[in-house]
């Protein structure tokens, strides 16, 4: 019997009367085997006798007390009680009794008593105000779990009631895990697993407890992706790393066998060498389309590394098939740029092109429209008005969504569903997502585990890395200097500031702010100023300036994150790098270092009159400085985070609705637990 298999409702249990039942109900446990699953926050260790000086290097102590006098401090309805106490060594404390008068009867003076709380030193005396107290007669070295409360729960009654369930049901409740996974990894019985989550002997039995349920959950949920993957594909997910051993040899031969004719024309068009990366993950995408397999797929790559490339190549065998594609941009100046770069690889081909957003005007929307519906354009690449109600299409076998982090759950299904509408079949069209964002591999095997994943981490040849320095404001003038004898060279430049405009109580940059500053101290610079609040229009006017050489310094915000791409722009300054995130910075530094020349990236943090950075923040720009591989900065941004706590389950922001598993403390976990289940999954 599983725990999910016990219905039997919590009234049924000695002391679960009415407002029990209502108050457990606001924690969602309305049965007992519910009432089981509800896993201790922490656990508090009573099982090893200290003394009063242990305050000082532990959170709470548990301590022997014999109570030597009672004393009152206050008047009227602040006259508080103080049970003065000493341990076996002489040491002296004050138990501060607030609204707990009642303890001088239950504890006169001369009683032995147990005490577990935390002290502090006051008035040159050790005090204690929030701390359990019973006789020593009746305490015992325990671990006392302790759980999350609400109105009209206290800590004794939900641990009397779990002990009483783990009695009554707790002895016949069976494992969700195989047996042979059981024994591989030496997971006890379901029910001494309880047993030690809710009643343990010993920290060594939280700690097994705690790491056998969350690999079951971790087990359970990559398994279910895993079978998930098998219906829709046919095998388990994988990704360019792990090709079968038979399939890593010769990967130049395999890669161009694997060819259609138009892609085999691409390939002769480029006038660059595609990557080991690009070749396996346009090897692993041919061979499902060949198979007729449907396609589900992240592409990760860093930024610059040449994803759209390898989307181009897959669309190419998906229309050589007779089906249309559909390509999705987060920003219409991210889809501009996805259109251009289509038509230089991609129209000379004979491949027919549309570019779909929601300015385009109405007379040329209807008739790109009708294109799209009769089958006369092979791919068709915009914003979100991609899956307004309106769009139609004849055969969309394949949709290919950029920075798919930008877009919501709701919003990819959209797009999707127009696949599915426009299929003779029905069917599910090709989906490949692609993010420049790098997730970390605990994140990616959690929430993308159905999927094949390809990492592309190779560079084009020619790129060199970017140079990045951490500098305080103070040397804000030194920094534009130099990037003032870039653009005298010919080169290019970005400034990024955290805000548009600069508010009274904001200490933040501002992109205005910066741009007028510039406009007077550089007046023979070209200047131009980028923002969410400029006119689209506008920002693809500049943009487009930017592009041909005829601004010099592009003043801007995040909004340069993703999709710009200006292989004369060497230099990149972000002001008060602080205030941006590992991943916004390592983006915002791909601006750079896409053309052959050295590029250099300046963290400028602080302000004018002050560069105060806590020894944190200075760790995450250090991240910056000394890597430019956004996989290893996104596994380093998530071990700052620190380590997990093994007295109480101290959760990092990545449980994703996990019940104890932190993807972040509990990878290693996560890896064991995906191995086992498509283990399982490969034997049936």
Not at 92 to 107: A, P, Q
Not at 108 to 115: A, D, H, I, L
Not at 189 to 213: F, G, N
Request: hydrophobic share 40%; proline share 3%; glycine share 8%.
């Amino acid at each position: 019997m599983l725990l999910s298999d016990i219905h039997i409702p919590i009234s049924r249990l000695l002391g679960a009367g009415e407002k029990t039942s209502i108050a457990f109900e606001r924690l969602g446990i309305r049965t007992v085997g519910e009432l089981l699953s509800f896993w201790p926050s922490r656990w508090e260790d009573r099982s090893k006798e200290q003394l009063l000086a242990d305050w000082q290097t532990q959170s709470k102590i548990a301590v022997y007390l014999t109570i030597i006098s009672h004393e009152y401090f206050g008047f009227g309805n602040m006259h508080t009680l103080k049970l003065i106490a000493q341990d076996k060594s002489g040491s002296r404390c004050e138990l501060i009794c607030f609204n707990r008068d009642f303890l001088k009867n239950s504890f006169p003076v001369g009683s032995q008593v147990f005490v577990y709380g935390s002290f502090y030193k006051r008035y040159g005396r050790l005090q204690c105000s929030a701390f359990d107290i019973e006789p020593a007669s009746k305490a015992r070295a325990r671990i006392l779990p302790v759980y999350r409360l609400t109105s009209g729960l206290s800590q004794t009654k939900v641990r009397a009631l779990i002990q009483q369930a783990l009695i009554q049901y707790g002895k016949g409740v069976s494992s969700s895990l195989p047996e042979s996974v059981k024994k591989k990894r030496h997971i006890p019985d379901k029910s001494v697993l309880l047993r030690y989550m809710h009643a343990p002997e010993s920290i060594e039995q939280v700690q097994i407890a705690t790491h056998s349920l969350i690999f079951e959950e971790f087990f359970l949920y990559q398994y279910a992706l895993g079978l998930r993957s098998i219906q829709k594909r046919g095998r388990l997910p994988m990704t360019n790393e792990q090709l079968p051993n038979d399939e890593l040899t010769d990967v130049d031969t395999k890669f161009e066998n694997s060819l259609t004719q138009s892609q085999k024309a691409l390939l002769h068009r480029l006038n660059f060498t595609l990557t080991d990366d690009q070749k396996k993950s346009i090897y692993l995408h041919n061979t499902d389309i060949q198979h007729d397999r449907t396609i589900s797929s992240l592409i990760q790559g860093d930024v610059g590394s040449g994803k759209t490339i390898v989307a181009f190549f897959v669309a190419l065998a998906v229309i050589d098939g007779g089906g249309q594609v559909a390509f999705l941009a987060p920003t219409e100046l991210l889809a501009k740029q996805h259109a251009e770069n289509a038509a230089f690889f991609l129209e000379n081909l004979g491949i027919r092109l549309a570019f779909l957003t929601g300015t385009i005007k109405t007379k040329g929307r209807g008739k790109l429209l009708a294109q799209l519906a009769a089958g006369e354009l092979d791919m068709v690449i915009g914003t979100h008005a991609l899956f307004s109600k309106d769009v139609y299409a004849k055969n969309i076998r394949l949709v290919i969504i950029d920075e798919q982090h930008r877009f919501g759950v709701l919003q990819r299904q959209a797009i999707i569903q127009k696949g599915i509408e426009s299929s003779i079949e029905r069917r599910s069209p090709h989906v490949m997502m692609m993010s420049a964002t790098p997730i970390p591999r605990s994140l990616t095997l959690s929430l993308f585990g159905d999927m094949d994943i390809s990492l592309i981490k190779t560079k084009p040849m020619g790129r060199k890395p970017v140079i990045t320095y951490v500098s305080k404001k103070t040397k804000i003038d030194k920094i534009y200097r130099f990037v003032q004898e870039k653009i005298q060279e010919g080169r290019q430049a970005y400034i990024v500031a955290p805000l548009i405009e600069e508010t009274e109580d904001s200490k933040k940059r501002s992109a205005k702010a910066i741009f007028n500053n510039l406009q007077e101290s550089f007046p023979q610079i070209r200047l131009s100023l980028l923002h969410s609040l400029v006119d689209e229009k506008e920002q693809e006017r500049i943009m487009l300036a930017f592009k041909e050489g005829k601004i010099d310094i592009l003043v801007a915000t995040s909004i340069i994150e993703v999709g710009v791409d200006v292989p004369n722009a060497t230099c990149i300054v972000i002001e008060q790098a602080e205030y941006f995130g590992l991943a916004a910075l390592h983006q915002l530094r791909g601006r750079v270092g896409r053309g052959n020349e050295q590029s250099y990236c300046f963290l400028v943090y602080g302000t004018d009159t002050a560069s105060a950075l806590t020894e944190e923040g200075f760790e995450r720009l250090k991240i910056l400085r000394d890597s430019t591989d956004g996989f290893e900065i996104a596994e380093k941004d998530l071990q700052l985070r620190g380590p997990g706590d093994v007295l109480g389950l101290k959760q990092s922001g990545y449980n994703f609705g996990f019940s104890l598993g932190d993807l972040r403390r509990d990878f290693k976990i996560l890896q064991d637990a995906m191995q086992d289940a498509f283990g399982e999954l490969q034997e049936m």
